[in-house]
């Protein structure tokens, strides 16, 4: 299982591409920065390309502050694959982190869009009898982190009513939208989501941190609209661990 600051930069990954698909060529630039009781603990640098027909997406993360002194975590992540209509196809993922004396590699690839192919270096280690394997239905649509969330809305209304197929190389799970609560809302002119972490496979049978996750975890996410045509990008999150909530900020760069 991938170390937890790390998956921690790919939820960064994940809200970085929401909803920023469009028809006309454009690049988009974001930068993000994650902070636990006011202390930054993450960072991540995210462009995305979309053209009509096509999309590739990069970035760059880190851990920072106080938690760069316990877990040195530096990695590269990126996805590329075909826009057709409202729907992603993705043709490969890629990532690289460094973690401490950690290093490992993940690559998937795809045919017509369907998990064909997934490597991760080095081999993981053989499984117990508690480990939840990922089937072939598992793995049935589902998308990597950075495509998954690539499709656009409809509407604001839309932004809070879906459900993301995401597999990562190793773990499959869903990400479920739905409307937060009046109470809930984060910033103002902003759509705010209540998300659910959904594992499917790819993980220990009783690990308490994916219990958490699933069970207890609140997770917020905020949406503003970007451009003209009806699509939104995450600017703010509030993600519920066991030692705080993690409080991510993002905005565009130039």
Request: glycine fraction near 8%; charged fraction near 25%.
């Amino acid at each position: 299982m991938r170390c937890a600051a790390t998956r921690f930069s790919l939820a960064i990954a994940l809200l970085a591409l929401a909803g920023s698909a469009r028809a006309e060529s454009e690049t988009h630039r974001f930068r993000y920065s994650a902070s636990l009781f006011g202390i930054p603990i993450g960072k991540a640098d995210f462009t995305s390309r979309l053209e009509e027909s096509r999309f590739e997406v990069s970035g760059r993360f880190a851990s920072a502050g106080v938690a760069r002194l316990f877990d040195r975590t530096d990695g590269t992540v990126s996805s590329k694959g075909r826009l057709s209509g409202r729907s992603v196809v993705p043709s490969s993922y890629e990532l690289a982190y460094v973690s401490g004396e950690k290093r490992e590699t993940t690559s998937i690839r795809y045919s017509k869009g369907q998990v064909v192919k997934t490597v991760i270096t080095p081999k993981p280690k053989k499984r117990g009898k508690d480990w939840i394997a990922v089937s072939k239905e598992d793995l049935a649509g589902a998308l990597d982190p950075l495509s998954a969330l690539l499709s656009p809305a409809q509407n604001a209304a839309d932004v809070c009513n879906r459900r993301f197929r995401v597999f990562d190389g190793e773990m499959r799970a869903d990400i479920v939208f739905s409307p937060a609560a009046k109470g809930e809302h984060i910033g103002r002119d902003l759509v705010t989501c209540k998300a659910r972490f959904i594992p499917v496979s790819g993980y220990r049978k009783g690990r308490s941190t994916i219990a958490f996750l699933r069970d207890r975890a609140r997770i917020l996410v905020a949406f503003k609209p970007l451009g003209t045509r009806g699509h939104h990008t995450p600017v703010q999150a509030r993600i519920g661990t066991k030692i705080g909530t993690v409080h991510i900020e993002g905005w565009p760069v130039d």
